[in-house]
């Protein structure tokens, strides 16, 4: 994050910004070609660091998951089809 342009204005996106962005544009969960990708809470963390908290589309439902981030019991895994957001903080002038 330390890296990253303005990164003391960006935070990773939780519950709040995700559920606002799904509403303003709700193709993000929405792929009639593919298989609709899984929206992360990246703000949140679980207890249980093996786990995960996200938006997913199943079906015709969206429905909030808690989800192993577990590619081996030892080996954390990436996936294509996971996504998470950064939230901008900006003063409205």
């Given at each position: 994050?330390?890296?990253?342009?303005?990164?003391?204005?960006?935070?990773l996106s939780g519950g709040f910004?995700?559920?606002?962005?799904?509403?303003?544009?709700?193709?993000?969960?929405?792929?009639?070609?593919?298989?609709?990708?899984?929206?992360?809470?990246?703000?949140?963390?679980?207890?249980?660091?093996?786990?995960?908290?996200c938006f997913k589309a199943y079906g015709q439902s969206l429905e909030f998951w808690c989800m192993s981030q577990m590619l081996t019991p030892t080996t954390y895994q990436v996936s294509e089809q996971w996504s998470g957001g950064l939230t901008l903080l900006r003063a409205l002038s």
């Open positions: 994050m330390d890296s990253l342009p303005l990164a003391d204005s960006l935070v910004e995700a559920a606002a962005a799904l509403a303003g544009s709700p193709d993000l969960l929405m792929n009639q070609e593919a298989y609709p990708p899984v929206l992360c809470l990246s703000a949140f963390q679980h207890a249980d660091k093996r786990l995960m908290l």
